[in-house]
């Protein structure tokens, strides 16, 4: 039996692949580890911790998801680049000694002001503004080195804002678009701190989870990237979700209170340009902006009856 280790389990992403990786290998081939509340008590800056229980365990792929987010990161800035760089080069070190295959997350945050708004180029300026940006320009640079010079499969995709009724997301810029639907079926009003005509890239996590495991099912010679893989699904400004919510409830009301992350905002493309992704391995998104929202609040409302 394969024998898988989700790191950052308990967050946004992990929480729901996790799951999908349990429904299709089996609950005992996949081990949980975060730094609390996870099976696994693991802190991914431990090196030696991580790697004994690698050969306890007998790892042989590891999704490794721990990080500090945009707006999280603006405000302990040293924090975020020291978990997020050297979290990165422990996982790759200890795949580089046993042969492990990776998945890590990068970002549509490797972009910033110097790069195109509309539908970035995967090979474009990347000259992001914040410290959550740098570490993943140089994350993907870490893991295509590893690729090259050591022979590591590490995969990665450039995961734009996800969109999640199962778990919360933690200190991003994108999160206004979570949130939303919560203070909407609770209060039926939302003050976002993003203003209303700000377009940025965003995915529904069942497109982000599938687009996760088709990117490491495929085949490796059928990779042409080995940074990170650009991935459009959606593109939306707060008015129009709002707008698509009002459909269902037709009393929500929006507000604005623009703060610091409107600028790290400001700084990302709206939207990607994806074909490598689509020529590779063959991605296509699912849902659109009607479904997300259809299928939020059906989940939310449901889970709140
Ligand atoms: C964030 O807002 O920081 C994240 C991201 C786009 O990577 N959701």
Not at 100 to 107: A, G, Q, R, T
Not at 117 to 133: C, I, L, N
Not at 175 to 191: C, E, G, N, P
Request: proline share 5%; hydrophobic share 40%; net charge neutral.
């Amino acid at each position: 039996m394969k024998k898988i280790l989700v790191i950052g389990a308990c967050g946004q992403i992990g929480t729901e692949l996790t799951a999908a990786l349990r429904q299709r290998y089996g609950q005992t081939a996949v081990i949980a580890a975060d730094i609390t509340g996870a099976d696994v008590q693991l802190n991914v800056m431990d090196k030696v911790a991580l790697h004994s229980l690698v050969l306890k365990e007998k790892v042989v792929e590891i999704y490794h998801l721990a990080a500090m987010l945009s707006a999280s990161g603006e405000q302990q800035p040293t924090k975020a680049w020291e978990l997020n760089m050297q979290g990165l080069l422990n996982v790759l070190n200890v795949a580089k000694t046993d042969q492990l295959k990776v998945f890590w997350p990068s970002s549509i945050a490797v972009f910033g002001p110097s790069s195109p708004k509309a539908f970035a180029p995967q090979h474009s300026v990347a000259e992001p503004s914040t410290v959550y940006g740098i570490s993943k320009v140089a994350g993907e640079l870490w893991c295509q080195y590893y690729h090259a010079q050591y022979g590591v499969d590490v995969r990665s995709l450039r995961y734009p804002g996800l969109i999640s009724h199962t778990a919360q997301p933690g200190g991003g810029t994108t999160d206004y678009a979570v949130d939303i639907f919560h203070q909407a079926l609770k209060h039926r009003q939302y003050t976002n701190f993003i203003k209303a005509h700000t377009a940025m890239p965003m995915m529904y996590m069942p497109d982000a989870i599938r687009a996760t495991l088709e990117l490491m099912d495929a085949p490796a010679e059928k990779l042409s990237i080995r940074t990170g893989y650009n991935v459009h699904a959606l593109s939306f400004t707060p008015e129009q979700l709002a707008a698509e919510i009002t459909k269902h409830l037709p009393a929500f009301k929006m507000y604005y209170k623009p703060d610091f992350r409107q600028q790290i905002a400001d700084s990302w493309p709206a939207s990607v340009n994806d074909k490598c992704a689509r020529d590779d391995w063959g991605w296509q998104p699912y849902y659109d902006l009607s479904g997300m929202v259809t299928d939020m609040l059906k989940n939310l409302s449901s889970r709140s009856a």
